[in-house]
């Protein structure tokens, strides 16, 4: 017959064995593929930007029609007046869900206000790219 004094000592070696079962698990939660979308901005404007502008570029889930979209990544860029400025979103793939829609979309921002804007383009799901070139327009513009 056991003895009940045995039982906690039996409880604590059954907690250190299964201790490297419940760290492995941790480690498969946490687990990250990670995954980019790129791609070039282009401001259609004449003239070199105000001087405090920047470029806020954002990957964004869309879950259903009504869902306000979830942003996955961004990044704020200095414009190029030149060139199109390269964007690079850089997500976790594991975050991706096959049945909801992700877009990519741009603007480009000075003192607070959207100076210029791109239509959202989509990526990921559904056969999208992962590279797409947006083109910034002043809103109420024009396709």
Avoid: W
Wanted: aromatic share 4%.
């Amino acid at each position: 017959m056991i003895s009940f004094r045995i039982i906690p000592q039996l409880f604590a070696l059954l907690l250190v064995l299964a201790a490297p079962l419940t760290q492995g698990a941790d480690k498969t939660a946490a687990m990250t593929i990670p995954a980019i979308i790129s791609g070039n901005l282009l401001v259609e404007q004449h003239g070199a930007p105000p001087a405090d502008s920047k470029l806020v570029v954002q990957l964004t889930e869309k879950a259903s029609a009504d869902a306000k979209p979830k942003v996955l990544a961004e990044q704020q860029l200095k414009p190029d007046a030149q060139a199109p400025t390269p964007y690079r979103l850089d997500y976790d793939a594991v975050l991706i869900n096959p049945r909801y829609h992700y877009q990519v979309s741009a603007r480009l921002v000075a003192g607070g206000k959207t100076l210029f804007a791109a239509e959202p383009a989509p990526v990921i799901t559904a056969g999208s790219p992962g590279h797409v070139d947006l083109l910034l327009k002043k809103p109420g513009t024009a396709k």
